[in-house]
C-alpha cells in the first residue's frame, strides 16, 4: 500500500470509496450496504445455497427463510392455532403449491382475443378527441335519419301542398353579396 497522504484519507472518508487493488473487480454499487441490507444480502445468499448430505441429496434448511408458523418444532392442530397463523398457513399453501384440477387458462380463446381487442379500440377512441367527435357526429346523423323514418312511417300525413320552386336557389342576401362583394350592401 505504501505511504497514503492526508488526502486520500480524507476522500475516503468523505466518499466512501477506495481505490481498488490491481487485479480486483470494482462493485457496482458506490454507496456500502448499511448493516440491515448486509444483514438481508447474507440471508438470501443462505437461502439461495443448496447443502447437500453425505449420499448426495438435497437437505431441508429454512423455508426460504420465512419464520415457522408455529415456533416449536412438530405437529400442531389446526384448531390451536392463531388466526394470524392460519393465515399464514393458508398463504404459504397458496404460493407453494402445484395447482392441479380446475385453473386459470393462460391462453386466451379467439374469443376473448377479439373482446380484448375491441375493448382496446373502444378506449383509444375514447381517448382521442378527433374520433370522440367523428363517433359523436355518426351517431346525431343515425338517431337523426331514425326519427324521421318514424315520423315517416308512423306520423300524421299532412294535408298541406308543398310548393317546389326551381331557381338558382340563392338568398337575397347571398346574391346582394356575390353583386357588391360586400355583406353590408344594400339594395
Known amino acids: 500500500d505504501g505511504v497514503k497522504s492526508n488526502i486520500y484519507k480524507k476522500w475516503v472518508q468523505s466518499t466512501k470509496k477506495r481505490i481498488p487493488k490491481v487485479g ?22 443462505a437461502a439461495d445455497a443448496i447443502e447437500f448430505d453425505d449420499r448426495g441429496n438435497t437437505k431441508k434448511g429454512p423455508r426460504d427463510g420465512k419464520k415457522p408458523v408455529v415456533p416449536f418444532h412438530g405437529e400442531v392442530e389446526e384448531k390451536y392455532l392463531t388466526a394470524k397463523q392460519k393465515r399464514m398457513l393458508k398463504k404459504r399453501e397458496r404460493t407453494d403449491r402445484v395447482i392441479e384440477g380446475k385453473s386459470k387458462r393462460e391462453v386466451r380463446t379467439p374469443e376473448e382475443i377479439q373482446r380484448h381487442k375491441k375493448l382496446k379500440e373502444k378506449n383509444a377512441e375514447r381517448q382521442n378527441k378527433r374520433s370522440r367527435r367523428e363517433k359523436g357526429e355518426k351517431i346525431r346523423e343515425a338517431r337523426k335519419k331514425r326519427l324521421e323514418e318514424r315520423q315517416m312511417k308512423y306520423g300524421a300525413r299532412t294535408k298541406a301542398k308543398m310548393i317546389i320552386m326551381e331557381g338558382h336557389g340563392k338568398t337575397k342576401r347571398q346574391l346582394r353579396q356575390r353583386k357588391t362583394g360586400h355583406s353590408w350592401a344594400t339594395i
Open 24 to 45: 480486483e473487480m470494482e462493485q457496482a454499487y458506490s454507496k456500502p450496504m448499511s448493516r440491515h441490507q448486509q444483514q438481508l444480502a447474507a440471508k438470501q445468499a
